[in-house]
Nanobody, 125 residues
Framework: QVQLVESGGGLVQAGGSLSLSCAAS????????MGWFRQAPGKEREFVAA????????YYVDSVKGRFTISRDNAKNTVYLQMNSLKLEDTAVYYC??????????????????WGQGTQVTVSS
């Protein structure tokens, strides 16, 4: 069992930055790939970024490449999402998730077994 707690969401103006954190507990965090997803009102949950167990490989949806950075600190059991140059369309609830069994570049939400409760990110004009 893994428990995930996201933090760092909030309200920011377009062009600004936010840093999300996801603290994990319960199982050996450093063994598993991690991902960030988001869900905007009325839309399906969308893959944002993923990182392999060591942090050596990262993957992004095209819409955030060059603006968002996923990273992890296995000593702190924490994964991060640094979001820069935020746009109105980045507004969503952001979720972190653990990928226990599938390739680390998996983008399907079904590949992720454990999920956090989500944190709201709102970008205003």
């Amino acid at each position: 069992q893994v428990q995930l707690v996201e933090s760092g969401g909030g309200l920011v103006q377009a062009g600004g930055s936010l840093s999300l954190s996801c603290a994990a507990s319960g199982r050996t965090f450093s063994r598993y790939a991690m991902g960030w997803f988001r869900q905007a009102p009325g839309k399906e949950r969308e893959f944002v970024a993923a990182i392999n167990w060591s942090g050596g490989s990262t993957y992004y949806v095209d819409s955030v490449k060059g603006r968002f950075t996923i990273s992890r600190d296995n000593a702190k059991n924490t994964v991060y999402l640094q979001m820069n140059s935020l746009k109105l369309e980045d507004t969503a609830v952001y979720y972190c998730a653990v990928n226990v069994r599938f390739p680390s570049n998996s983008r399907r939400s079904a590949a992720y077994e454990y999920w956090g409760q989500g944190t709201q990110v709102t970008v205003s004009s």
